[in-house]
């Protein structure tokens, strides 16, 4: 079955410990894209890349990092600056990132700190 | 980030009836328009994309796009209990997307 997977499906983090989320997509997309939700509000990005090896800061990026070694991959660490992280994270991809492309998300990952 | 505002819910409706759901941009650059639907807990599923001026329908949903005025509309007919969800309007901002808020819909029997 072709589609996207996130995990874990629940994440609990210390105080001043760094995680790292898991998006693994097989639809041979070459966007992928990490948003935050929380409670009552819309969607937020954090960051996106249109191809391997490439990404772009979204709109909240300070306390997050990315990588985008393989195609398939696209994990989000959530760093000790990051003041705020209890939130609900999504993961997407598009097929190529152009303007037309509709972006299908995972399941999320709910990230508590404790 | 350009903006994207969706009418404040919640929204009730009765089973049987329209809801309608609206949403404004800020962007008049804009060119391509979504409608996700959001259970509680879940992640967003696409409904429907327009891009062109007009209605666009599928099944018991209808998206309505007027760029002159900046607003895209969603039409939901024949209201079901399973309807109840939250909807998100996401708008192009280059080649990411912004999203609204979200309006909650209760379709209640």
């Known amino acids: 079955d072709g589609g996207i997977t996130q995990s874990p499906k629940y994440l609990f983090r210390k105080e001043g410990q760094n995680v790292t989320l898991s998006c693994e997509q097989n639809?041979?997309?070459?966007?992928m894209y990490w948003y935050r939700q929380d409670p009552g509000q819309g969607l937020r990005l954090i960051y996106y890349?249109?191809?391997?090896?490439?990404?772009q800061k979204g709109d909240i990026a300070e306390g997050y990092s990315v990588s985008r070694e393989k195609k398939e991959s696209f994990p989000l660490t959530v760093t000790s600056a990051q003041k705020n992280p209890t939130a609900f994270y999504l993961c997407a991809s598009s097929i190529q990132g152009a303007l037309r492309d509709t972006q299908y998300f995972g399941p999320g990952t709910r990230l508590t700190v404790l | 980030q350009k903006e994207v505002e969706q009418n404040s819910g919640p929204l009730s409706v009765p089973e049987g009836a329209i809801a309608s759901l609206n949403c404004t941009y800020s962007?008049?650059?804009?060119?391509?328009f979504f409608w996700y639907r959001q259970y509680s807990g879940k992640s967003p599923e696409l409904i429907m994309s327009i891009y062109s001026n007009g209605d666009k329908e599928d099944g018991r949903f209808t998206a309505q796009l007027n760029k002159a005025s900046q607003y895209v509309s969603l039409l939901i007919r024949d209201s079901q209990p399973s309807d109840s969800a939250t909807y998100l309007c996401?708008?192009?901002?280059?080649?990411?997307?912004?999203f609204g808020a979200g309006t909650t819909v209760t379709v209640r029997a």
């Open positions: 996401a708008v192009n901002d280059d080649y990411k997307l912004s």
């Open positions: 890349s249109q191809i391997v090896n490439d990404f």
């Open positions: 639809l041979n997309h070459d966007a």
């Open positions: 962007d008049r650059g804009s060119q391509s």
